[in-house]
């Protein structure tokens, strides 16, 4: 098929090849890497590559299927190192905290090439984005760290008012469940994981099904930086190990970057839910609305961009068009030729753009998703959209789009870009409203009067609203989050480590005993939470 060809056997360049499988056979629980002898989950990459009997998928590795004995394991593990805040972890000093953060980080630069190329290898992104997935989790990470000293020494006084002196701090939650997933299976997992270590928490994380061998170069390095306990991983089908986990009421913090159905179920299964705090990253279909006023080139570049950066992978692709119908056709026209200039091809090729897909039934989905638009009016604008080759799907873009197509409303997650002519703007505007989602949209116009009357309803609609942009999650600093089905709680360096910990205070009325024993304990450094010492 015509550009959606796979290498033949032995046509990988030898800087990208896998020299031998990961064959993971241990798991972190409780500070050792434990042992692992029982089944295994095969993973094979996106990339096939042809031999004399057909397409092959590339064998990566293999991974444990624990199962719900080993979760309840790294769960008791997890507890008993809070115990109940009064472990090392959860009453360590914020400066302490810090520098096993920073030991983890110094040892993770070390496997940057391994974990970039697993990345490449297990879902198919770009050995280039591959590579700045990893950079930007180091900077987050590096981000974060600055981001709680500055907390920290905000909280280093105390308070005065009508005679009592309070010293405000946060504080940890006690055991999250995490869990990242596929699209970035280190970057949004440790968007997480990281904020809710430093803040004392300790964790369970769960690798994504698509991307968890890539964790595994890093496991020693948890195991040698944190205290036992403190950091523990589970593998196994989440079906089998994660309910057992909610049940058990012992999960304080759940977060999880997935869709919104599951995490509906996995709260419900929680019989303390009041106790349970969520932080979720979950489902979108934001849009893009072109107006009549809009700089169609700058319109075509962004959407272009933001509809199929990893293949339309990310909850902040646009994953629909509303085009003003005095426009729509030369946007589609210009739309269309911008598509012709990307590059299909594998993940390490120089340039690429479009790559194979980690999920074996997305093609069969966005196949579908493409008919079912075709029998209720639509058309496939360009040449060869919608081709498959095994994990390849040529972009399709779909026109015109209405109500009655699953494109309409599904979130398709791949490389299908629906558009829709509109004559007047409450048409996306009424999308928007009744849309279950609620997460960004794009707008495009160069009527600065237009955009106002845009923007004033849609910040009650969704989180970010982006001028003549694709939507995106940076920069990191600034705040991510949704509305409606998108999320809960508040993902952003400074924000995510409000998200997990709690305000919590020591009062004192000033009396002259009370004077002298406070003195008395910050003098002596008695307490890591009362004090006054200063980070810098």
């Not at 990988?12 to 064959?23: A, D, G, S, W």
């Not at 179920?265 to 072109?290: C, E, M, S, T, Y």
């Not at 638009?373 to 972009?395: D, R, T």
């Amino acid at each position: 098929m015509s550009n959606l060809n796979f290498p033949k056997e032995g046509g990988i360049p030898e800087e990208f090849k896998l020299r031998e499988p990961v064959l993971q056979k241990s798991y972190l629980c409780n500070g050792e890497m434990k042992s692992w002898t029982g089944k295994a989950h095969d993973v094979f990459s996106p990339v096939c590559v042809e031999k004399p009997s057909g397409l092959s998928r590339v064998f990566v590795g293999s991974y444990p299927v624990c199962t719900e004995v080993e979760a309840m394991q790294a769960l008791d593990a997890a507890e008993a190192a809070y115990k109940n805040g009064r472990g090392e972890w959860p009453t360590m000093s914020v400066s302490a905290r810090i520098k096993c953060i920073e030991k983890f980080t110094q040892k993770m630069l070390e496997k940057r090439e391994e974990v970039a190329k697993l990345i490449m290898w297990e879902i198919g992104k770009t050995y280039a984005d591959s590579l700045k997935e990893y950079d930007r989790t180091v900077e987050y990470i590096y981000a974060t760290v600055d981001a709680l000293k500055d907390l920290d020494r905000q909280s280093a006084g105390f308070d005065i008012v009508d005679g009592i002196a309070a010293q405000i701090r946060r504080s940890p939650l006690g055991v999250v469940l995490c869990m990242g997933p596929f699209n970035y299976p280190l970057n949004e997992t440790f968007t997480t994981l990281i904020p809710a270590l430093i803040m004392g928490n300790t964790v369970l994380f769960k690798p994504p099904k698509h991307g968890s061998l890539l964790h595994f170069p890093l496991l020693e390095a948890f195991a040698e930086c944190f205290p036992k306990g403190v950091v523990n991983t589970v593998y196994g089908r989440g079906a089998n190990i994660i309910p057992p986990l909610m049940k058990s009421g012992r999960i304080n913090v759940l977060t999880l970057i997935g869709s919104s159905k599951v995490a509906d179920q996995l709260k419900k299964l929680h019989p303390k839910v009041n106790r349970l705090r969520a932080i979720l990253g979950l489902d979108a279909k934001n849009a893009a609305i072109v107006t009549a006023n809009a700089d169609l080139d700058q319109a075509v570049k962004e959407c272009l961009t933001g509809s199929l950066s990893f293949n339309g992978q990310r909850c902040t692709a646009i994953k629909i068009i509303f085009v003003h119908q005095d426009v729509v056709h030369t946007f589609n026209e210009k739309f269309v030729a911008a598509l012709k200039t990307l590059k299909l091809g594998m993940p390490w090729e120089s340039g690429v753009n479009i790559t194979p897909l980690p999920e074996p039934q997305k093609p069969a989905y966005l196949t579908e998703c493409i008919q079912n638009a075709i029998e209720n009016g639509a058309q496939v604008l360009n040449e060869n959209g919608g081709e498959v080759n095994e994990s390849f799907v040529y972009p399709a873009v779909v026109f015109p789009v209405n109500e009655k197509m699953k494109l309409y409303r599904e979130e398709q997650f791949g490389p299908v870009i629906p558009i829709l002519p509109f004559e007047s703007i409450e048409e996306p505007i009424e999308y928007l409203i009744e849309s279950p989602h609620g997460q960004q949209v794009s707008l495009f116009s160069s009527d600065s009067e237009e955009l106002a009357d845009l923007i004033d309803p849609l910040v009650n609609q969704v989180s970010r609203v982006n001028i003549n942009s694709q939507c995106q999650r940076g920069p990191d600093v600034f705040p991510f989050t949704g509305r409606k089905d998108s999320a809960e709680g508040t993902l952003s360096v400074s924000d995510a480590l409000r998200s997990f910990s709690i305000r919590s205070l020591v009062a004192a009325k000033l009396t002259d005993q009370n004077k002298a024993l406070l003195n008395d304990i910050i003098s002596d450094e008695e307490s890591n939470f009362l004090s006054t010492k200063f980070i810098f």
